[in-house]
């Protein structure tokens, strides 16, 4: 049983002063102060007469301390083994000391708990053998239940069911990202750029691509995250189709603002506008750059969370079951896609698809295109011919153009040398028969 804090010392009503004479007590009951309990704060005058704050504590009484001692010396009959604990007071009047009393309480033993990782709980010590558990193992719990019910309502069988291995993870959001990855498909049409190049006087497609392409290697350089990149390429475009008759000079210009906008957007640590400054040769200084950076955000009204291709890259790599060198090769076709302007005539969703397609292709998998890919991509294989051809077609011409920007990145052993493998045959086969 544990007791109360015992202060050494406290006066009656009124109080003392700094002689220990006893100040008398004022008949006002407006003046009296309410008995504070602990923690409150009282001023008591000190040897020179200044206020002194001290802590006010409730006083011991003889009743209390007597069954405080009663309780004491039950417990150590009971039990032998005692731990010793030391009582030290102040009671009555005038500050009288109480003996020190040796009082002996009985130990609780101790109970060790362990967790299994079946969130079981199960004592190690002070537990019968015959005792059972009372504890049931959940095995169903109501986030299972929605999570199937959600994949019923989307017509996912196990075949088709590429979120049952991250069932526990909460990363992975497996019970929301059927309906994430929906709501991407319609906000992908909302945000869809249309063909522009018509309202430029004084760029056209080919100056397009030469910036898309230094853009690549600004990426690679500082290296930065994937997803800046096809954000870049989304902001250049979507405000150069909102901004007719953007000058020439100023083209690298919205180059350098997109991707420092989409780098505050994407990354931890994004660039310095220095830093822009410095890859861009000084041509544009820091006001320039801010300037511009303003006139994007504003034109585009500040609305910059879209679906680019790399979001339906990330689950179509997923659906494919796809390797290191698969994603690499899927890298390879999409970013290719970015520089090239006619691109533009597909969907975000389109690409990625298309460049998964494209990809296993070229690495001979088999089956090309299975019904789990055509469940989370929501195309069939002829829907994909089209714009795979496009890719192939850019592959074959990758080494002899003079932009070799995502040629050179993916030449490297760090991409498993992917831009190095021949073009996929088949797919070049039917494109020469269709032209």
């Not at 993870?169 to 498909?185: G, H, I, S, T």
């Not at 250049?236 to 000079?249: A, F, I, Q, T, W």
């Not at 796809?322 to 969703?349: G, N, R, T, V, W």
């Amino acid at each position: 049983m544990a007791s109360r804090p015992i202060v050494p010392h406290q006066q009656p009503k009124g109080g003392a002063d700094a002689l220990g004479k006893q100040k008398p007590v004022t008949g006002n009951g407006n003046n009296r102060r309410a008995l504070g309990d602990i923690g409150n704060l009282v001023n008591v005058r000190g040897i020179e007469g200044k206020p002194q704050p001290q802590l006010c504590h409730r006083p011991v009484t003889r009743s209390f301390g007597a069954q405080l001692l009663a309780n004491a010396q039950a417990a150590a009959a009971a039990d032998k083994k005692s731990a010793a604990i030391v009582v030290d007071g102040v009671i009555g009047k005038g500050g009288v000391k109480v003996s020190k009393q040796k009082v002996t309480i009985k130990p609780k033993p101790e109970t060790v708990i362990e967790i299994s990782p079946d969130t079981q709980e199960e004592t190690t010590s002070q537990k019968k053998p015959q005792e059972k558990s009372t504890r049931k193992k959940v095995e169903t719990t109501l986030t299972k239940i929605l999570t199937a019910r959600s994949q019923a309502a989307c017509g996912l069988t196990k075949a088709n069911d590429i979120d049952g291995a991250d069932s526990e993870n909460q990363l992975a959001v497996v019970e929301y990202v059927e309906d994430m990855y929906k709501f991407y498909r319609l906000a992908e049409t909302s945000s869809r750029i249309h063909d522009y190049m018509d309202s430029q006087t004084q760029i056209n497609d080919r100056m397009r691509s030469i910036l898309m392409d230094w853009l690549i290697e600004v990426h690679n350089k500082f290296e930065l995250m994937p997803e800046t990149l096809y954000l870049t390429q989304h902001i250049v475009d979507r405000y150069l189709s909102m901004e007719p008759n953007v000058l020439r000079r100023e083209l690298q210009l919205v180059g350098i603002a997109g991707m420092l906008i989409a780098s505050k957007y994407e990354e931890i640590w994004a660039p310095e506008i220095n830093e822009f400054i410095c890859v861009s040769d000084k041509v544009y200084n820091r006001e320039q750059i801010l300037r511009m950076e303003k006139k994007i955000l504003n034109k585009l009204e500040w609305s910059i969370t879209v679906p680019t291709p790399y979001v339906f890259l990330v689950r179509f790599f997923k659906a494919a079951a796809s390797d290191k060198e698969m994603e690499h090769m899927c890298f390879f076709f999409a970013e290719l896609a970015l520089m090239q302007y006619s691109m533009i005539m597909y969907c975000p969703s389109m690409i990625a698809a298309s460049s998964v397609y494209t990809a296993r292709c070229t690495l001979k998998k088999s089956p090309l295109w299975s019904e789990t890919l055509k469940h989370h991509t929501g195309f069939s294989e002829p829907q994909l011919l089209d714009c795979a051809k496009h890719l192939v077609m850019f592959h074959s011409m990758a080494a002899e153009s003079k932009l070799k920007g995502v040629y050179k990145k993916y030449s490297t052993p760090e991409h498993d040398t992917v831009a190095l493998l021949p073009p996929a045959s088949n797919l070049l086969e039917e494109l020469a028969v269709s032209t």
